[in-house]
C-alpha cells in the first residue's frame, strides 16, 4: 500500500508519562528536602528555594534582593570570593543565584562526583555569607555599571518602563535590578538585614533532582542541620494598586532601526479561577508561533521577526502583555494591528481550530516538561513557591480542557480593554511620533 | 567527598537508505519523548559572493510549507501535537529539528521528508517576500538595533581574506537578502538538498527496528539527488594581526579578539576549549581575576572555542567598565594571556577546566534534543558520530602539557583579529560597516 502524504499521520497511542514526584523529608530545623531520585546520568541539579525575592522592595529600596543574590557568592564561612571562585570552579560547579518577584533560588549544577563538596559550598553561601565590606562596594558599583549600560538595549529599556507604567511604586513597578537611584543608597547593612529576616531553614526547601547518593539526608542534615533561622514575619503582596492608564508613551531612541513595542495591562495571580482560560486566551492571542499576533505582524505582513503575548503569573497579579519589534517604518500600523487583534478577542469567539491548538500545545507538551533533571527540579520549585499540590500537573489537562470558547472571549473582554492598556513604543521619535499621535494622545518618557 | 565520574554511553546504530540518507538511531527509553534531527550539510560558508544570508534565508522558507504541507502548518501541527521546534543555519550546516511526545514520531517524520522530498512545488515568490521582510527585520532585531551587534561580523570580515568562505555572517548583509530570488530558491535546493547531503538523527523513545520501519516509509521514496562537489581546502585565515575601531551606540567599550584555533575536527579541539576555559570560563579563571577583581577595568570577561568544520576561532570578549578605554583594556587583557606561556596552565585550573566541560556536555545530553543535535554535529562535520561518545573521555583525557604546547602557538598576537567597539565620540575614524565583495 503506497502511503497517502496528502494529510498527517495519525498518532499510535501515547506512551504513560509518569509525573515524578519528589520524596519530601523536614529536618528538625525545619528545611524541607524535596528529591528526586533520577540516576540517569552522572549529574544533579539542586536548588534552595526562598521566599526571599524582589516582593517587598519599595521604590527607594529597589534592587535590594537582587544585589543579596550577587553577592551571597563573593564569600562567606571566612573564605574570600576569590576562594570560593577557586573552590566551586575547581569542583566544575556551576552556581548560579536566581531573583524573581516571589522567590530567590540559589541553583547549583555538579557532576554526581563532586555532589557532596558542592552541597558543603552550597550551604556555606546560602547560611554564612560574610557580606565583606570590599566586596559589597565592587558587586554595587557593577551592578550599577549594568543598570547604566542597559539603557543601550532597546528591549531592556521596553520592560523597565513597562513595569513603571503598569505599576507605579509597587514592588512589580521596576525590574528586579532596581534602578540607579536606590542601588546606589544600598549598603552593607541592608544585605545583612535582608539575609538574617528573610534566610530561615523555616521557609526554605532544598530541591534535589538527579544522580543522588543513597545517604543524600544525612549529607543535607550535615551541611543543613546547624541552620538556625528567625521566623519570617515577611508577607508577600497580595494585591496590585490601581494605576490609570497611561495611553500612549513614546521613549525616544535617535537613529532606531526598529521600534520596541509593548501593549499591556494587569493580569491575573497565580491560582486564580480564571487562569486556565487566561492561559489558553494567551496561547491563541501570543503565545505560540501560530498565534494571531504573529501571523498577522509576521507571517502576512513581514514586519517583525516576532510578535508575542506574554502572562506572567505572579503571587499577587502579574502583568498581560503584548511585544513586537518592528521596523520603524511601521510603528504606528504595528500598534494598530495589535490592538485590533486585542478587540478582536474581545468581539468574537475564537476558532474550534484554534482552541484545539492552544489546548494541545499547553497540555500535550507535559512529557517535554518533565523530561530532564534541570527541568523536574525547576517544576519542583515552582510549585514550593507557589504552593501549588503534587498533583497540579496531572490535573492540568483537566482544567485546560474545561476551557469554553465563551469563557476566552469573556476573559479577554474583561481583562485585555484597548482603553485600558498601556502602549509603550522605544524607537525613533522624529519618524515614529506623527503615526502614534494619529491613534490618540502621546506623552514622552524617559529612559529610567 | 569526591568520586570519579562513570563513564556514560548512548548507544546508537547508524544506518543508510538507498537514496544516501544517512540515519542515526538512539533509542533511550526514559522519557516518553523523541527528537528529530535533520542536519544539511550546507551553510553560509557555501553562499556565493553577493549572495551572502541566503542559505539562512532558505531555512526560513522550509517553514512555509511543503507540496502536501499547507503554509504555517509545521509549526501549528508540531505545537498542538506538544512538541516543540527550530532551525538553525551556521557557516558549515542547516538544521531543522522537533521534539514531541513520542507516539507523535510519525507526525514529524512526515513533516521532514516532506520538505525534503517535496518542497518546490510549494514556493511561491509571495513566501519568498515575505520571509526575505522577516528576515531583514531579523537583522536590524539582533544585530543592528542592538549593542555590540555589529562586532562579529567585523571581525569575520577582517580575519578573512576577500572571498573566502568564513568572511561573512550567517545573517548576511541586508542588501544581498535583498537580491534573493526564487531562482535562487531552486537552485539552492537542487544543489544541497539532497538526502545524500543529509544526516537525519532520531534519540528517544523508540525501538530501532520499528523506527526505522517508519523512516523508510517516509524517506525511502525521496530521489537520490546528486551529492555536491565540495572545494577540497578551506584556506585559513589572512594569518596576520588586525585591530579595528568599530563606532556603535554603547556607552562603554567592548573588546572582541579572535585567535586561530584548531577546528572542530582537530584532535585539539578539546585542548582549545579548555584554554578558553582557564581564560575565563569561571570567576577563579585568569582574566576575570585579573580584570574584574583586581584591575577592576572590566565589567565582565568571556572566552570560547566556536566548533566548525574548516577552520577554528578562540573569542576573548571583555566589556569595559566605565571611564576605562579600550586601549587600556585590550593592554590589560594582553598582558594576562601572554602570561600563559610562562605561567602554563597548572594541574588545579586544568582538572576544575575538565570538570566544567564535563558538566556541560551532561547538561547537553542530558534532553534528547541536545543529544540528537550533538549526534548530527559529530556525523556531519566530523563524520564520525561516535565522537559523542568518545568526547566526555577526550575532555577528561587533556593535560596540562597539552594546553602549554597549544596555548603557545594560537594565543599569539600576530595571529588575531582585534576589534574595539567604541561609543560614538571617543571614536577617532569611524569603520564602515562591512560589505560584500566581489
Known sequence: MSLDRSRPPEAGPARPLSIPRPDRHRLPNGLTVAAVRRPRLPEATLALVLPAGADSMGPERAGLASLVAKVLPEGSSGKTSREMATMLDGLGVHLGVTVGYDSMMLRLHTLSGQLEPALGVLASVALAPDFLPDEVDRCRDERLDAIRRMRDEPAEVAADVMAQLLYGDHPYGRLTRGREGSVERLDRADLVEFHARRFSPRVATLVACGDLPDDFNDLVTACFGGWRGVEVDHRPPDTVPDVASPGIVLVDRPGSGQSEIRIGGIGLNRGDPDEPAARVTNAILGGLFNSRLNMNLREDKGWTYGARSALSLRRARGPWSLRAAVETAVTGAAVREMLQEVQAMRESLPSDGEMLTAAGALTRSLPLRFETNSQVAGTIAEQVIYGLPDDYWSTFPGRIGGVSRDSVRDIAARMLDPEGLAVLVVGDADVVLPDLENLGPVTLGDVP | ?438
Open chain 2, 1 to 438: 567527598m569526591t568520586t570519579p565520574t562513570r563513564a556514560i554511553q548512548f548507544p546508537f546504530e547508524t544506518r543508510q537508505l538507498d537514496n544516501g540518507l544517512r540515519v542515526i538511531l538512539q533509542p533511550d527509553r526514559s522519557s516518553p519523548v523523541v527528537a528529530v534531527h535533520v542536519m544539511y550539510h550546507v551553510g553560509s560558508k557555501n553562499e556565493r559572493p553577493g549572495g551572502t544570508g541566503f542559505a539562512h534565508l532558505f531555512e526560513h522558507l522550509l517553514f512555509q510549507g511543503s507540496e502536501h504541507v499547507g503554509e504555517a502548518e509545521h509549526f501549528r501541527l508540531i505545537q498542538e501535537a506538544g512538541g516543540t521546534l527550530n532551525g538553525s543555519t551556521w557557516f558549515d550546516r542547516t538544521n531543522y529539528f522537533e521534539t514531541v511526545p513520542s507516539h507523535q514520531l510519525d507526525l514529524a517524520l512526515w513533516l521532514e521528508a516532506d520538505r525534503m522530498g517535496w518542497f518546490l512545488p510549494s514556493i511561491t515568490q509571495a513566501k519568498l517576500d515575505n520571509q526575505r521582510d522577516v528576515v531583514k527585520n531579523e537583522r536590524r532585531q539582533s544585530y543592528e538595533n542592538r549593542p555590540y551587534g555589529l562586532a562579529t561580523e567585523t571581525v569575520l570580515h577582517h580575519a578573512f581574506p576577500a572571498g573566502h568562505p568564513y568572511r561573512h555572517p550567517t545573517i548576511g548583509y541586508m542588501e544581498d537578502i535583498d537580491r534573493a530570488n526564487l531562482e535562487d530558491v531552486r537552485r539552492f535546493f537542487r544543489t544541497w538538498y539532497c538526502p545524500g547531503n543529509a544526516v537525519l538523527v532520531l534519540c528517544g523513545d523508540f525501538e530501532v527496528e520499528d523506527a526505522m520501519r517508519r523512516v523508510n516509509r517516509f524517506f525511502g521514496e525521496i530521489s537520490w539527488g546528486d551529492v555536491p562537489v565540495r572545494p577540497a581546502e578551506v584556506p585559513p585565515s589572512d594569518g596576520g594581526s588586525q585591530l579595528v575601531r568599530l563606532e556603535d551606540g554603547v556607552s562603554v567599550p567592548r573588546v572582541y579578539m579572535m585567535y586561530d584555533a584548531p577546528s572542530f575536527r582537530s584532535a585539539e579541539y578539546e585542548t582549545s576549549a579548555l584554554i578558553a576555559s582557564v581564560l575565563a570560563g569561571g570567576r577563579s579563571s585568569r582574566l576575570y581575576q585579573e580584570l574584574v577583581y583586581e584591575q577592576r577595568i572590566a565589567a565582565d570577561v568571556h572566552a570560547y572555542v566556536w566548533p566548525l568544520e574548516d577552520v577554528g576561532m578562540l573569542w576573548v570578549v571583555a566589556t569595559a567598565r566605565p571611564g576605562v578605554d579600550a586601549e587600556s583594556l585590550r593592554k590589560g587583557l594582553d598582558e594576562t594571556i601572554s602570561r600563559f606561556a610562562d605561567h602554563p596552565a597548572g594541574d588545579d585550573e586544568v582538572s576544575g577546566a575538565r570538570r566544567r566541560a564535563r558538566r556541560q556536555l551532561l547538561l547537553q545530553f542530558e534532553s534528547v534534543g541536545g543529544r540528537a543535535s550533538a549526534l548530527a554535529h559529530a556525523a556531519v562535520l566530523r563524520g564520525e558520530p561516535e565522537y559523542v561518545n568518545a568526547s566526555f573521555d577526550r575532555y577528561g583525557a587533556v593535560e596540562p602539557a597539552d594546553l602549554r604546547a597549544l596555548a603557545t602557538r594560537v594565543l599569539a598576537e600576530e595571529r588575531r583579529t582585534v576589534v574595539e567597539v567604541v561609543p560614538p565620540e571617543s571614536s577617532q575614524a569611524s569603520e564602515p560597516p562591512p560589505g560584500t565583495d566581489p
